[in-house]
């Protein structure tokens, strides 16, 4: 069994910040990280933030300056970072691993991040 756990989620206003953290709460396997979704109300769920292997990292254009994905691996630990934080960035916001051996992905349960204009 996987668990992934987030935390960090929460209200803020306009201009404030923000640091999600998704950790490894139980595997029976290594898991890779990972990625950052996010979903607003109504909308579909939207890949924010991806950091590679090699920890290169990419963004999608409305977050890129503004957040930051990280991860350390002795702690089993992944990372976002927002800073500037717009009312559209409000919505529930999801880690994502991958399986070493299985391929699997594995889903955070979710925080929700609520930015008041």
């Known amino acids: 069994q996987v668990q992934l756990v987030e935390s960090g989620g929460g209200l803020v206003q306009t201009g404030g910040s923000l640091r999600l953290a998704c950790t490894v709460a139980r595997s029976t396997s290594t898991i890779i990280f990972g990625d950052w979704y996010r979903q607003a109300p109504g909308t579909e769920r939207e890949l924010v933030a991806s950091i590679r292997v090699d920890g290169s990292s990419k963004y999608v254009a409305s977050v890129k300056g503004r957040f930051t994905i990280s991860r350390d691996d002795a702690k089993k630990t992944m990372y976002l970072q927002m800073n500037s934080l717009q009312p559209e960035d409000t919505g529930v916001y999801y880690c994502?691993?991958?399986?070493?051996?299985?391929?699997?992905?594995?889903w955070g349960q979710g925080t929700q991040v609520t930015v008041s204009s």
């Open positions: 994502k691993g991958v399986g070493s051996s299985s391929g699997r992905d594995y």
